[in-house]
């Protein structure tokens, strides 16, 4: 018997296949790092920055930055991307969610990060402190799935202690979860997770 070839597609192959129409029209903020890459490697970055019809207004530093410059642990600086010429708001510095100023000028935000399935990486807090954000100053947010590495079967570990909760630590949710962002992003919305739910 032989093995069927699957291709999975990331949020950002649909999105192109898509022709963006989803952001037609809209200010898009990015919320990304080196992991936003579409099949052949390219930014998620480049690909809507070179886009006609996507107007990428701003971009949104996680840990380690946007473009992964940054050292873990170090603080992300708003700074002009280099490559694009574009405002980068940092969201690993002196806030860790995005203020109204931050949020001015875009209509939504998008979210394309590749996550490890694990409870203590930052950027699942990241997300959902953009995703209050958002929701706050009235933009839309779109998360561009990707696939959780560990898989969607493996559940393990403890819920968070209310007096442990942090932000390598956020959500009450198994240290292993085996969701991915976009379906994590639905349960931290749908489950009321968030804060003033």
């Known amino acids: ?22 952001l037609e029209g809209k200010r898009v903020g990015l919320i990304t790092n080196p992991t936003g890459v579409d099949n052949r490697m390219r930014s998620t970055i480049d690909i809507l920055h070179e886009a006609p019809n996507v107007n990428l207004v701003a971009l949104y530093g996680p840990e380690h930055g946007v473009r992964g410059d940054v050292h873990a642990g170090d603080h992300v600086t708003d700074i002009k991307d280099a490559t694009t010429g574009l405002p980068v708001y940092s969201l690993y510095g002196k806030t860790r969610k995005a203020t109204p100023d ?54 393990e570990g403890n819920l968070v202690e209310d007096d442990c ?31 003033d739910g």
């Open 1 to 22: 018997m032989q093995a069927q070839k699957i291709r999975i597609k990331t949020g950002i192959e649909v999105l192109k296949e898509q022709n963006f129409r989803c």
């Open 165 to 195: 909760i942090s932000f390598v630590s956020q959500f009450k949710i198994p240290y292993l979860y085996a969701l991915t962002c976009g379906e994590l992003a639905l349960m931290l919305n749908g489950e009321k997770m968030l804060k």
């Open 102 to 155: 931050m949020l001015k000028d875009v209509d939504v935000l998008v979210y394309d990060i590749q996550d490890i399935g694990c409870r203590s990486f930052t950027y699942i807090s990241t997300m959902g402190l953009a995703m209050e954000a958002a929701a706050e100053n009235g933009k839309e947010f779109i998360v561009l799935d990707r696939p959780n590495p560990v898989g969607g079967l493996k559940i």
